[in-house]
């Protein structure tokens, strides 16, 4: 940087063709580096194009200029130089400079996002930097990435010229920074962008049960800066799980861990098990739950890692370094486990090319839900518009004077509580009826997800087959003894493996009345439709029992503390009156002389006219 005493105050620079002037203590934008308003500072400007440099950026020159030392002086503007004409970069709209002496902390390569110094290649009218050695780097101008198997992405160059507006590829989907001034690897038909360093970074994909797209581990999560999509509270810790293709983020225990370890802690192998493990739960009055790694208490609601053979339980905090080491991929492929049983497998370097590969060609062989809807969305209207009707009629005529919320008012009463509990649920009513109109049927359809597979003679989303593939092994098919289409079974078969999905994703602590509600009318409707799901009927009763269970427990526990409270507060109220009644009891043995005349004479005169006494009338 120029010194104090060596400024000129006239310059020429090869950023700007008109002679810049010095200036002094002035807040503004330097048009090569764009830092900003907020510092005064000594700069260079040109008046006329209202062009700034700041006392660094004034340095700065083409690489071609063959002279020992900068020009500094106004004589100079009369030496002209041979103009350069640049190179062409393929992604970039305007040919790029060579220039020499950058400053090393002001203007960043637009490949790897690093301070330029010295020499770099530049586009000062669109602020598009490189270094020498990224100019010259190979790159490939489509990518297929495992975190985005939908489609591929292509090298683009989002660089926007002096003018800040946002746009879909403002964000890089895996660091969660700006990407509106750097190369990017976006998608053309959705949001999905990514730096090019964020592209080679992240290597290893989990594939999970839980979620259709694949996740990954990351361990530089900003703290409280995201919100889990399984229990909602914050991610205060660095660690957890995201999806780059959605809005999916998962704390370290609600996302897939390694289903078993090997720990320093302990000999036998660690299986990943809910907390309380068998043991502690038949232990009824036991209420505190032990580490065995550390001998100290543990919180028993996270999952832990435990050996049945030795009954040896170990919080996931003492085998931390264990797990993360297997998240990130240092034990190549490896199977994992979330608290609900769903599995997933972290996908090492070998097998990665290979599942790539395999997704693009299904995509090119598969065909999406939403098309086979679109194409048959009326008839399937009418088909099962006669199933709601059908089971909205017989509802309707069972109890034609039914009050949905008696049940809440009969606690008093268990049973009677419990009838009209069970005729709330067969009621039904607050419950959506999907398929009203052609659009929702068209919605829904969208909605589970475009990518499918083929389990038996049907077509589910990838995330629903494991369920689907489940019930056909055990139950045969289901819908076999319908008389729908095959496109309206379809749709119904979907239907029910989204619910026992909802099902799985939800403990039956969490479950709300309207949630019930939604899966109980899912599982009548099926009925109607003559599908044989008795069995998962016979299921969701007893989830019904424990929800009423709870319910009751639940006003029950509230009822008896509204109770004490008025207790409480009567006995307060008891005492004080007590207080004061005995206060005016002691009262009378302390009255004064004057006190004890006024009720002599009470005592005397109360029957008596006032008058009594004051005149004699009568003789």
Sequence with gaps: MLSVTKRPNRIISSLHPHPLTLQ?????????????????????????CRFNLDLKCAN???????????????????????????????????????????????????????????????????????????????LPREICYPFHPVHSLTLQDKVVAKKWWRNRYDICNACGKDSIRYLIYACDQCSFCLHIDCSDEITHAIKFEGHPHLIFFRDN????????????????????????????????????????????????????????VQEEEEEEERNKFCCNACDEER???????????????????????????LLKGEYEDVELCNVLGLSGKLIGRNTEKEMLQNIFEQLKLKSTLSRFFESSSQDVIKELSCVFMAMKTLTTEEDDHYEESRYLEDLLLPDMAYTQFMKFLDRGRGIH????????????????????????????????APILKHLLSKHKDISAKSTLSPIAKLYLINILC????????????????DLLLKWWTIFKMLQFATFEIQFAFDHLKRVAHAYFGLYVKKQVDNALDNIDRDLAKLHKDTE?????????????????????????????????????????ILP
């Design 24 to 48: 002094q203590g002035k807040a503004f934008c330097c048009h090569a580096c764009l830092m900003g308003y907020s510092v005064v500072r000594d700069g260079y400007c040109c008046k006329d």
């Design 221 to 276: 999560i900003e703290k409280k800066k995201l919100k889990c999509s399984s229990c909602k509270s914050h991610i205060c810790e660095s660690y957890g799980f995201t999806c780059l293709y959605c809005d999916l983020n998962l704390h370290l225990t609600c996302g897939p861990l390694p289903y078993t370890i090997t720990h320093k802690c302990h000999i036998n192998p660690l299986v990943l098990t809910n907390s309380p």
């Design 299 to 325: 919180d028993p609601q996270l999952p832990v890692y435990y050996s049945a053979k030795s009954r040896f339980v170990a919080e996931i905090k003492c085998v931390f370094s264990k797990v993360i080491s």
């Design 433 to 464: 009826e999907p398929l009203e109109t052609l659009e929702e049927v068209v919605n829904v359809g969208a909605y589970m997800v475009s990518q499918v597979v083929n389990v038996g003679d049907y077509m589910v989303p990838m995330r629903l």
């Design 576 to 616: 004080a009156l007590e207080k004061k009644r005995g206060y005016i009891k002691s009262g009378k043995s302390t009255k004064s002389n004057i006190i004890e005349e006024c009720l002599r004479e009470a005592s005397v005169m109360k029957h008596s006219r006032a008058s009594s006494g004051l005149l004699r």
């Design 60 to 138: 700065i020159r083409l690489a071609s200029y063959e002279l020992t030392k900068v020009r500094l002086t106004i004589e100079e503007e009369e030496e002209e130089e041979e103009e350069e004409e640049g190179v062409e970069y393929f992604s970039h709209r305007h040919p790029l400079q060579l220039y020499k002496k950058i400053p090393n902390d002001r203007i960043k390569c637009c490949l790897c996002r690093t301070y330029c110094s010295d020499h770099a290649y530049c586009c000062f009218e669109c602020s598009f930097f490189l270094h020498p050695s990224c100019f010259t780097r190979k």
């Design 498 to 513: 989204e619910c026992i999905y909802s099902m799985t994703n939800t403990r039956v602590v969490d479950i709300t009345k």
